[in-house]
């Protein structure tokens, strides 16, 4: 038996995100809207957003989405979410970090020089990361998503890259190696 009892999700993202969230001429959040079945109510003076509709599958989807542009994604690379073997994960650098000039210095660890830790942890996971405020968001399929995690939380640790690089390597080749077995 189908329920139409109405649901509703209320979520802050940063009020410099919120113009990303609707996009021009409000299409990104129109296509949101038809492509989860939720409607989108959004404050843009304070932040807030409401996401109401009947599909509890939906409004968490949307709810996921709206969250990843908040912490930095790009819609387009927010919109993976759709898909069903994708996860969103927040990691607070706060824990790691002991001073402003440590949250700094972290985030720095994460990025690399001119993005190339960023750039090798998503290549080699599969996943998509975004550095903004005290938080990383990653984006990516499940078995991606916990080699980056593990990754970034090492190196925010205080591993060398290097090592970081070559547990990852070693762990893509394993993943690589399984799906070829398991497509015969």
């Known amino acids: 038996m189908a329920s139409n009892e109405e649901y509703s999700y209320e979520l802050r993202i940063p009020k410099e995100r919120i113009a990303v969230l609707i996009g021009t001429k409000g299409e990104v959040k129109k296509q949101l809207e038809l492509a989860t079945k939720t409607k989108i ?16 599958l939906g409004l968490y989807t949307t709810r996921e989405i709206i969250r990843a542009i908040g912490r930095g994604f790009n819609p387009e690379t927010a ?7 994708y996860g969103l ?12 000039e ?3 210095r972290l985030r720095g660890r994460v990025i690399g ?7 090798i942890i998503e290549d080699l996971t599969q996943s998509h990361i975004s550095v903004f405020g005290k938080t990383v968001a990653l984006l990516g399929n499940f ?7 593990k ?7 205080g591993a060398p890259h290097s090592n970081v690089y070559k547990w990852l390597e070693k762990r893509a080749k394993e993943l690589k190696r399984r799906s070829v077995l398991e497509s015969f």
Request: aromatic share 2%; proline share 0%.
């Open 41 to 56: 109510d959004i404050d843009s003076d304070e932040g807030e957003v409401i996401i109401s509709g009947t599909d509890a």
């Open 79 to 85: 919109q993976l979410l759709l898909k069903q073997d």
């Open 89 to 100: 994960e927040l990691i607070d650098i706060g824990i790691y970090a002991k001073s402003k």
């Open 102 to 104: 440590d949250l700094i």
């Open 113 to 119: 020089e001119g993005g190339k830790a960023r750039r």
């Open 143 to 149: 078995e991606g998503l916990g080699m980056a995690r």
């Open 151 to 157: 990754a970034i939380e090492t190196l925010l640790e």
